[in-house]
């Protein structure tokens, strides 16, 4: 079984530049998860789906950062314009529902320059 | 103050040393806990689930203090391939919301 992927698996941007993050879930998981992982520290949530609901974005800057997940699957994150505060690793997690077992994809590093 | 605090050491050990690791949460609502490990510049999984009465899966034993709101991690007789970074995890409440404490490096040595 296929786990969540991720796209791109790097990037390097300058700042003020926009960026945007692709995220494919398992199959059949209707929870998606956006994570950012800063260096030395342990993920943090940015936003959570329920299907194609934000049920908790409460995390998510939301002057430069936007999350969509319009038909319940795939997901983008975006960052408009970057800083140089945002460079980690973002990392995407889909899981059956909220009490079940999330499985995390391998992330985007991300670097503004 | 931390919702989920370790200590990130890094903790080097010789194989076949035991070694223990420990959390601390401030959230007395959580209700699950767990320890996922991250090897370098990979993603988190989940080692294993935390409950009241202590579990155990081989060489690894957690055991939760509620009243403590203290978790630990048990590994015994070491092994290379067992060094990565251990994370503890709890949930917010109860709300199903995952909080990551800043994790636990372990390097194990020949």
């Known amino acids: 079984e296929a786990g969540v992927v991720q796209s791109p698996r790097y990037k390097i941007i300058e700042k003020k530049q926009p960026v945007a993050f692709w995220c494919n879930p398992i199959?059949?998981?209707?929870?998606l998860y956006w994570y950012r992982q800063n260096l030395g520290q342990g993920p943090e949530l940015l936003i959570r789906?329920?299907?194609?609901?934000?049920?908790?974005d409460s995390q998510l800057p939301k002057d430069r950062f936007s999350a969509e997940r319009l038909k319940g699957v795939d997901s983008t994150l975006k960052i408009q314009p970057a800083e140089l505060g945002d460079s980690a690793v973002y990392l995407c997690?889909?899981?059956?529902?909220?009490?079940?077992?999330?499985?995390f994809g391998p992330g985007t590093r991300l670097t503004v320059l | 103050r931390k919702e989920v605090e370790q200590d990130p050491g890094p903790f080097n050990v010789p194989e076949g040393a035991t070694v223990a690791f420990n959390c601390t949460y401030s959230?007395?609502?959580?209700?699950?806990f767990f320890w996922y490990r991250q090897d370098c510049r990979k993603e988190p999984k989940l080692l294993m689930s935390?409950?009241?009465s202590g579990n155990e899966d081989g060489r690894f034993t957690a055991q939760l203090n509620r009243a403590s709101q203290y978790i630990s991690l048990l590994i015994r007789d070491s092994k290379l391939s067992d060094s990565a970074t251990y994370l503890c995890?709890?949930?917010?409440?109860?709300?199903?919301?995952?909080?990551f404490g800043q994790g636990t490096t372990l390097q194990v040595k020949p």
């Open positions: 997690a889909s899981s059956k529902g909220t009490a079940d077992e999330q499985f």
């Open positions: 199959s059949g998981h209707n929870t």
């Open positions: 789906y329920e299907n194609e609901e934000a049920v908790d």
């Open positions: 959230n007395s609502a959580s209700q699950s």
């Open positions: 935390v409950y009241s």
């Open positions: 995890v709890v949930t917010s409440g109860n709300t199903g919301k995952l909080i």
